[in-house]
């Protein structure tokens, strides 16, 4: 009963000494989004995930809760998008957005312009702002996930004097890490000996190939688009870039499998060691050096991608980021969320496992931070001069849709089902009446 | 005063009665609707609710230009185009055909080997049980993950097809299972047939186990050779066995995504492209649910037909065996 009391009092005395400061103090200062809650649907993934943890300092910091009701991958969350426009349950706020699904949700994004000052925009790397903005709206804010891709190499292969001396006798110019296509190419035949060795693979399939022909058209200086977003792929520099593709898997340079293949059956097949030349993403510059998963760890040189017969180098970039929905009832606190998750401490975090950075200081810090480190400075020093002239796929909302009817025909010539002539004379046909259909001319 | 009306009798004994009364009576005197209507409406209700307005919605946005990124396009008339558009486009008809062959080959062959399984496992005195279990196994994994598992073993790559065959020294090239045109066929076909063949080994077991013994004997008697007694006595009493097998997996194969979603997604150059990875690419990654609906409701008349061929071959067969129908 004694103890019952004195407990008893001992919570008397403290509410008194609480309510005491508040007559002292006034009541405390309600944190900003006191009780708001904002519904999330986030890109899922070890990649991705890590940046979540960090939700709880904004809650803490605003008084608002974040309820994540979708982790999925971009294709799946894609899906869930396009059903939740036509069902109209779109009153979630934040979701994960990707530079190359932007521009197919016209109705569901919010221009963050209005919500995001215009001073915290400007520290990011404008290219990605020029595009995550569509018709004028900033539909997104980028987060650390700037994806470009460059060439990963096997350095012993280039320590071999004989092999050096072989190749010069057959193709008259000095062996070294290849700075254009062409010597990919010559390089590739040279290195290959299937089935055991090959000398580089592509992605064979969906958006991921129609992405690799892209670039290399721009390297070779065309474009795919006209600025009306006409097919202009159907061009000399067109049936050059798909030249390219044909010629190495009719030496059979590549593995057989290459147009079925996409980012995780090229990234484990540079990683089995049967790769000697491999385009592939930053994501991927920790497990290829990594002696537990990849069997080239120790051995991964990184170069700026090459350069087509124009000068200019393949480029094709995307970046992840975050958008506010048109229907979310609290706007400020959804841009609020979205502006912590991309700011220069989320940007660190992020980039500290690996993946690039958007924000130009975060740039800075990243490539001081790896100074120590030789491998992780040559990927950083690959990385960031392909960045400086990567470019986003074309800002039209039927790039998916296009795609999807361009991919088939690139692997129609590849496979030789078609000439090159007659698959970019196909492809072209059915862009063009897409277009035509959905009056974009 | 005039506020308060007292009720009359009449009307008193009325609420009464109702009160008193079944909600069921209450509904059907009202609503005049016959009994049977009555306690069939559940039913009706339901079904409606996920088959039939679900049904009348699609169809109706088949005329339309429906697209999941616009909704108001749903009330974009267009007529017949879409059909128009599904009828005249010849990828639309390769993947029909592919689809038909897929169904064609691997119904067959999963009868043949189903047959042949429960004919062996009917031999088998000891751990009959333990076998049909085993049977069963390839039925117990999801076609995804059917799909990855075979997606790997024929990876030209690193797959375990082409590293045993350039072991054993059978070749030494490395084989594109999943990209050259006969050959993906066949890996999707082999994925198909092993994941599903002991449906028809189950049901067609099943019939064995209902096979009156009588006629065998008789047979045998007779001078039936094991042969002669298989076609002409068991093959006739297994029949409605096979056709209720092939009408359940007809349907199941010509709604065939999975499994060649995850090892080929249609390619390349759409030589695994069945109806279904085109209709669902068209739908949910072009977002055209309109031209989608369209090619889904050509491609229903692939499964009403084959159900109700397999159902009147089952008819015969039972009718055959003095079953009735």
């Known amino acids: ?96 957005n990707h530079s190359s699904f932007a521009s197919q949700y016209p109705t569901l994004y919010t221009d963050l ?11 990011f790397v404008q290219a990605n702002i020029k595009a995550a903005t569509f018709d004028g709206k900033l539909v997104m804010l980028p987060r650390a996930q700037f994806d470009v891709s460059a060439l990963y190499y096997q350095k012993d292969i280039y320590e071999d004097a004989e092999k050096a001396k072989a190749f010069e006798a057959k193709f008259g110019y000095p062996f070294a890490v290849p700075e254009t296509w062409t010597e990919v190419k010559d390089q590739a035949i040279f290195f290959a000996d299937p089935p055991n060795f090959y000398g580089t693979q592509y992605a064979g399939k969906d958006e991921a190939i129609v992405g690799r022909y892209y670039e290399m058209v721009v390297a070779e200086g065309g474009k795919l688009f006209n600025d009306d977003f006409s097919p202009a792929f159907n061009s000399e520099e067109g049936k050059r870039a798909l030249q390219w593709f044909v010629d190495l898997y009719n030496a059979k340079a590549v593995p057989a499998g290459t147009t079925n293949y996409l980012w995780d059956d090229l990234g484990n097949g540079f990683a089995s060691g049967t790769i000697a030349l ?9 497990f290829f050096n990594d002696p537990a998963a990849s069997i080239v760890a120790g051995n991964v040189g990184v170069a700026p991608a090459p350069k087509g017969s124009a000068g200019v180098r393949t480029g094709w970039s995307g970046f992840h980021g975050f958008s506010v929905t048109q229907d979310c009832e609290n706007k400020e606190a959804a841009a609020s969320l979205v502006d912590f998750l991309t ?29 120590d480190d030789p491998y992780r400075s040559e ?39 078609k000439t090159v002539d007659e698959a970019l004379q196909d492809a072209s046909d059915a862009v063009n009446d897409l277009m035509l259909e959905e009056g974009v001319y | 005063m005039g506020l308060h009306h007292p009720t009359s009798p009449i009307i008193r004994l009325k609420c009464m009665e109702l009160f008193h009364a079944d909600p069921r009576d209450i509904l059907m005197k009202r609503l005049k609707l016959p009994p049977w209507l009555v306690l069939l409406m559940p039913a009706i209700i339901i079904l409606s609710a996920v088959v039939l307005i679900p049904l009348l919605l699609s169809l109706y946005s088949s005329f339309t230009s429906y697209r999941l990124t616009r909704p108001d396009s ?46 062996m496992i009917s031999k088998v005195t000891r751990g009959q049980r333990a076998l049909r279990t085993m049977m069963m196994f390839p039925m117990m994994f999801s076609p995804i993950l059917v799909g990855f598992q075979f997606k790997f073993i024929f990876n030209d790559n690193v797959g375990l097809v ?29 994925a198909e047939v092993w994941t599903s063949t002991s449906v028809f080994g189950i049901l067609i077991l099943a019939g064995l186990y209902a096979i009156p013994r009588d006629p065998l004997e008789a047979a045998k008697v007779d001078g039936c050779t094991p042969f002669q007694s298989f076609r002409f006595v068991t093959l006739p009493f297994l029949m409605p066995f096979i056709y209720i097998a092939m009408a359940i997996r007809s349907l199941d194969v010509a709604r065939a995504y999975d499994i060649v979603q995850i090892m080929t997604n249609g390619g390349p150059a759409r030589r695994t492209e069945l ?38 071959k089952l008819q015969s067969a039972r009718k055959e065996l003095g079953m009735g129908v």
């Open chain 1, 1 to 96: 009963m004694k103890t019952l009391l004195c407990g008893a009092s001992r919570a008397a005395i403290a509410t008194a000494s609480i309510a005491a400061a508040v007559c002292a103090f006034g009541p405390a200062q309600a944190a900003e989004f006191d009780g708001v809650t904002i519904e999330a649907k986030l890109i899922g993934g070890q990649q991705y995930e890590a940046l979540y943890a960090r939700i709880p300092e904004w809650e803490a910091a605003t008084g608002a809760r974040v309820n994540v009701i979708s982790i999925k991958n971009h294709f799946e969350l894609d899906k869930e998008f396009k059903s939740d426009i036509a069902a109209g349950t779109t009153s979630w706020c934040v979701g994960s």
């Open chain 1, 113 to 123: 312009s209005d919500l995001i000052a215009e001073d915290v925009v400007a520290e």
């Open chain 1, 278 to 286: 491999n385009l592939d993403w930053p994501g991927w510059a920790g």
């Open chain 1, 343 to 371: 700011n220069e401490e989320s940007q660190k975090v992020e980039s500290a496992a690996g993946p690039l950075p958007s924000r130009t200081a975060v740039w800075d810090y990243v490539s001081e931070q790896a100074k």
């Open chain 1, 379 to 417: 990927v950083l020093a690959a990385f960031k001069e392909t960045a400086a002239t990567a470019f986003a796929v074309p800002p039209t909302p039927f790039w998916i849709e296009a795609t999807n009817l361009i991919y088939p025909e690139l692997q129609a010539a590849i496979l030789a089902d």
């Open chain 2, 74 to 119: 749903l009330f974009n008339w267009i007529g017949t185009f879409n059909y128009e558009k599904a009828v005249t486009d010849a990828k639309f008809w390769a993947a029909f055909g592919r689809t038909v062959l897929l169904l064609a080959v691997a119904l067959n062959l999963e009868m043949l080997l189903g047959l042949s399984l429960a004919l």
């Open chain 2, 162 to 190: 082409n590293n045993a065959l350039q072991s054993l020294g059978v070749t030494d090239t490395a084989i594109p299972w999943l990209v050259d045109g006969k050959l993906a066929m066949f890996s999707i076909i082999f």
């Open chain 2, 275 to 312: 109806l279904w990875t085109l209709i669902g690419r068209t739908g949910y990654v072009d977002a055209r649910m309109g031209y989608a609906n369209a090619m889904g409701y050509v491609s229903i008349f692939l499964a009403i037909f084959f159900t109700i061929y397999f159902f009147k």
